[in-house]
């Protein structure tokens, strides 16, 4: 019967059921608000057409540095533009990048890592693994940021770049934790008995290995997608991402920070934006973290 495994269960945990890993995530109070505050980022991002009091593009210099005020409730900026408007436009931009690098980032780090942790024997098995893994080794060695700025110089400045560059930053990561996943969920008894029954490779690896290393990959790339916002942040901060007057959070920065003193909300307000974005998808990875291994319970 090479189709399946006969009387097996196919679980790293077998106690560890969907409801047992909501109701551990939902007894941990920082991971609860992180969602929330996360699902309420998202909403922002998707609905800011709507939501937005202006177009965060229309100038206006008669009202330029306003304070916040009931008309304008951030502020404008040294154009006249509305900061709540240009924020919540901004939040479309800076998740979209983060979302879209982490993605990929994860995709392929999947796909990678499961050739690499797979393929160890024989020849050409050893000779792929070889090559992913000091690839990733390779691009490890560079710092994040450093890394990034070099690609899309290299590549030129933009969105789409600047995602790709990030992309490529946490690419590695993905590759070391599924192909480390990996080499210890093939060593299960399941696996041997899929081999001894005449199971295909390519049905071992996606129907039956790949769902069994999602829960670490799953909370990785959490964790990630916080650090990719800072990250496109940081390029668009350098003019390597987002250009003016795209209304980016990072870019946003680096235009406010020429009236620091005489308008610090014009940069305050983007900079609130990425560290409360930050911190509460943090608080959802530390929640999703805790949820998935079960000797973390509380």
């Known amino acids: 019967m090479p189709g399946g495994f006969p009387g097996v269960k196919l679980a790293i945990h077998p106690h560890d059921d969907k409801q047992g890993i909501w109701r551990r995530f939902a007894r941990h109070p920082g991971g609860v608000l992180g969602a929330l505050v996360t699902a309420a980022l998202c909403a922002i991002a998707l609905l800011a057409p709507w939501l937005s009091p202006e177009d965060p593009l229309v100038q206006d210099l008669e009202r330029r540095l306003q304070r916040p005020s009931w008309v304008h409730l951030l502020g404008t900026d040294d154009f006249g533009r509305d900061i709540l408007s240009r924020i919540m436009h901004g939040a479309r931009i800076s998740l979209s990048v983060g979302f879209l690098s982490v993605g990929l980032a994860t995709s392929g780090g999947l796909v990678l890592g499961l050739l690499a942790g797979y393929s160890t024997t024989g020849r050409s098995g050893r000779l792929i ?84 290393v999602m829960a670490p990959v799953i909370v990785q790339a959490t964790l990630a997608l916080a650090e990719a916002v800072t990250e496109a942040a940081a390029l668009s901060f350098l003019g390597l991402g987002a250009t003016p007057p795209t209304p980016e959070w990072g870019a946003m920065l680096s235009e406010g920070r020429a009236y620091l003193r005489l308008a610090p909300w014009v940069t305050v307000f983007p900079g609130l934006a990425i560290f409360l974005t930050v911190v509460s998808v943090n608080l959802l990875g530390d929640g999703l973290r805790d949820a998935f291994d079960p000797r973390l319970r509380r």
Do not use: W
């Not at 192909?179 to 996606?206: D, H, M, N, T, W």
């Open 129 to 212: 693994e070889t090559v992913i893994m000091r690839t990733s080794d390779v691009l490890l060695a560079f710092p994040a940021i450093l890394l990034a700025i070099a690609i899309v110089t290299a590549f030129g400045p933009g969105l789409r770049n600047a995602m790709l560059a990030i992309a490529i930053v946490y690419l590695p990561r993905f590759i070391r934790l599924v192909r480390a996943s990996i080499l210890v969920e093939k060593e299960q008894p399941y696996i041997e008995a899929g081999q001894a029954l005449g199971v295909s490779r390519r049905r071992l690896l996606f129907r039956h290995l790949l769902p069994n």
